[in-house]
């Protein structure tokens, strides 16, 4: 995969993994890049070598920008929405399933599928600038595969105002009040060495306890294969409205 079409790229060091991945609009999130990142995910489960994960995206701006409007705009049958909305539902459930814990650096604003990613991880580490919206909802669609992540991480009240409210931005500090950042950090430093310092903690732990939980905090989630190709089913009709593509053709007119 050329970096013109992103990346995703895993490292290991010290029985850490990091999993990074980039795009050069605002590190957002095509098909091929979501299943990239399902996969590595996956892939570095099943790695003995690796006893914790890190996902983190690159740059110093966007941790990421949700969906690429360039794919959502080149959608015209059901079939291939779905399949694009699945993407999503691969990620979070390769997050969901995988036997390590996993740690979520989030160093910028994030929008749509990006906090579901925050939100699907077990330990997510933030900067203030990290502010978090769920746009879903003015664009036609609604929030539905990222939903089930995002509501387990802080409950259906501030899920609902998230949802709801689908223009409005939400700062770091209601995130973290909310829980669904567990630190915030006013610099980069201090963050990546707060990540640093929990994933080196964790890969010094036992793998055996860590794996066990983790089955613990996912517990009442195993029905998510299912019930997240139901929601990428209903992101994949309603992405083909009038209101969804005249949205995007306008916001990228702007843009």
Request: proline share 2%; hydrophobic share 40%; aromatic share 8%.
């Amino acid at each position: 995969m050329s970096e013109q079409n992103g990346a995703v790229n895993l490292s290991i060091e010290h029985n850490i993994g990091t999993i990074e991945f980039y795009h050069p609009k605002g590190n957002s999130l095509p098909g091929a890049i979501l299943r990239k990142l399902a996969n590595t995910i996956t892939e570095a489960g099943e790695n003995n070598e690796i006893h914790v994960i890190v996902i983190k995206s690159r740059g110093e701006g966007a941790f990421c920008a949700g969906a690429s409007f360039d794919e959502l705009i080149a959608i015209e049958d059901y079939d291939t929405g779905k399949n694009f909305f699945m993407g999503f539902a691969l990620v979070l459930n390769a997050m969901r399933t995988c036997p390590k814990l996993i740690i979520v650096r989030v160093h910028g604003k994030t929008v749509g599928g990006g906090v579901g990613i925050a939100s699907a991880g077990d330990y997510t580490f933030a900067h203030e600038n990290a502010s978090v919206k769920l746009s879903e909802l003015a664009l036609g669609i609604g929030p539905f595969v990222v939903g089930p992540a995002v509501e387990r991480k802080v409950g259906t009240s501030a899920f609902s105002t998230m949802a709801v409210d689908a223009t409005n931005w939400y700062d770091s500090k209601f995130a973290e009040q909310k829980g669904l950042f567990n630190k915030v950090f006013d610099s980069v430093s201090d963050l990546n060495q707060a990540v640093r310092e929990l994933a080196t903690q964790l890969a010094q732990s036992s793998p055996e306890a860590m794996r066990d939980l983790k089955a613990v905090l996912w517990k009442g989630t195993e029905d998510w294969d299912l019930l997240l190709e139901q929601r990428a089913e209903i992101s994949g009709r309603l992405v083909l409205s009038d209101f969804t593509k005249n949205f995007i053709n306008k916001f990228k007119s702007k843009s």
